[in-house]
């Protein structure tokens, strides 16, 4: 869970976190808080940190950044696969220039996984011997599971045979240091959760608001020339594993362009995968962060932004 905002310490430097699933309106409060407040809005969406996304991500637009600064956002290279680790250490040298300057850092975004990490910190796993990483990597997927049964049962009892990039990592973790993964993982170092003072909301309208924002958002994005920067991203013949391949939109087009499906049918799947994703998104941050924390249930818009950029200046 991700670790409350102490009573104490009034002194620390203040950060303000806005949280929700896509489409949720966390951009555009983002914004009228930095507008507020002389903030630097900051990242913490895993597809927006990708150079090749910039629609399918729905990347804030020149217009719609209201002139505020933005950073961490679309900074990496699609070749490249960034870490919750690698992510959390780029938004610690950001919240510092910003309090450097004098701006109120804004952190906005729905990838729990990121956001915990920077907050709480990481567990201190060792770099992994790469040989043995090869090795792992190179195994069929059933002779992983199989494989990490029996040097490290509970994860194999814990992760689905299919889920093959979270078996491979446990397994490479107990090869290379001689304990499991959960073992190093009861001990995080390095979050800021207790050095700041955070300023959360969290933003889960009613569901049926955000199913048909959802579905309306990529058609927006197909207006916008996604099948065009699916077939650009196409043209750099990248590891289909890497998150930039495997991101909502970008497998569904690539079918398109390969003749095997039908466009109607492309935004069929991409609005279906996008409810989905909101819908893991909102189970994940109803349950996961401290429940003090606000929620916003509210549809939202102008008015309701007015408002939450007040309660999240106090």
Known sequence: MLTPEPDTGESRPRVALIAGPTASGKSALAVRLAQATNGVVINADASQVYADLTILSARPTPQEMGGMP?????HIDG???CSAARWAAEA?????????AGRLPILVGGTGLYLRTLLDGIAPVPEIDADIRAEVRAMPVALTHEAL???DPAAAARLAPADTTRVARALEV???????LAEWQKVKVGGIGTDIRLSPMILLPPRDWLIERCDRRFDIMMERGAVAEVETLLTRH??????V???IGVPEIAAYLKGDSEMDVVVAKGQLATRQYAKRQYTWFSNQPPPDWPRERRQIDDEIIKDLVIKLQQ
Do not use: C, Q, Y
């Open 238 to 243: 990248l590891n289909p594993d890497l998150p």
């Open 92 to 100: 610690k040298a950001e919240i510092a220039a910003a309090h450097d």
């Open 174 to 180: 107990v090869r290379s240091t001689g304990r499991t």
């Open 79 to 81: 070749a490249e696969a």
């Open 245 to 247: 391949m495997r991101a």
């Open 149 to 151: 049964s029996k040097e």
């Open 70 to 74: 933005h950073r961490l956002f679309g």
